[in-house]
């Protein structure tokens, strides 16, 4: 996937995300230690040099409105970069003249599934969840770092070392714990799928249906369809509320 999904203009996107997040982590420590000085100013009475902070600080807050901005345009950009690349190659691959692949997964074989809803929605998906990962995973890793220095310095090693020593073990305890949601994803996937497959059924045939009056019995198929679906829905739900509570006791 990586292959088919990284050239370098989205190792070049995922760079400058990693640099926009590292100046937001400065400018974060930044705003911390310019409250101080605020507060400072307040309780000192000091109130020429209360403006004077303020006026940097109103400054910094045109600069963070940018550096937000710029993010999520980073971000969106990857999902888009990532989405373009799958479905060029999945084209490519479905409609070789020598493989015949989109005739023999529509006509000859059920192997593959919903492949239009998987070219569509699901390499969109997969594209947003892939762009969110990167930069969730970039920003902790740069967070990390930044105010494993700062806390060092104030406090010594040992603190930030305990600190991650907790949170370290608190992950894998999590981890040992987690209902498996790559597999409900999966199915979760599958019978939306499925739903959609049943109104676009419903979709072409419906002149026929209307002349043979099987509303009712579609009605059944979609409801029956859309009960799947949901029944699914609850069950990953219930799975993922105990987790939930440990992983937020653990973490707080």
């Known amino acids: 996937i990586l292959r088919q999904t990284c050239s370098g203009r989205e190792l070049w996107t995922v760079t400058r995300l990693s640099l926009l997040l590292l100046v937001r982590t400065f400018a974060s420590v930044w705003v ?4 101080g000085r605020i507060v400072n ?3 000192t009475l000091s109130f020429p040099r209360l403006r004077g902070l303020v006026s940097e600080f109103a400054g910094m807050t045109i600069c963070l409105s940018l550096l937000n901005a710029l993010l999520k345009y980073d971000r969106t950009s990857l999902r888009l970069q990532v989405r373009e690349k799958i479905t060029r190659w999945c ?4 409609m070789r003249e020598d ?3 989109f005739y023999s997964a529509n006509r000859l074989s059920d192997r593959i599934e919903h492949c239009d809803h998987q070219i569509s929605s699901d390499v969109d998906r ?3 969840v892939f762009a969110e990962v990167v930069s969730q995973s ?3 890793a740069v967070d ?3 105010y494993s220095v700062e806390l060092s310095r104030v406090q010594g090693l040992a603190t930030p070392a305990t600190l991650y020593a907790w949170f370290g073990a608190a992950s894998l305890l999590s981890a040992q714990v987690a209902p498996p949601f790559g597999a409900l994803a999966a199915r979760e996937q599958s019978l939306e799928g499925r739903f959609r497959f049943r109104h676009s059924e419903l979709i072409l045939g419906c002149e026929q249906i209307a002349f043979l009056r099987g509303a009712e019995p579609e009605r059944r198929g979609l409801e029956a369809a859309l009960e799947d679906l949901l029944a699914h829905l609850r069950r990953s739900n219930a799975l993922a509320f105990p987790w939930e509570v440990l992983r937020q006791y653990a973490n707080k």
């Open 32 to 35: 911390s230690r310019h409250w």
């Open 41 to 43: 100013a307040v309780v």
């Open 91 to 94: 084209h490519r691959m479905l």
């Open 99 to 101: 493989a015949m692949i």
């Open 126 to 128: 997969f594209s947003q």
């Open 138 to 140: 970039l920003k902790p």
């Open 144 to 146: 990390f770092l930044v």
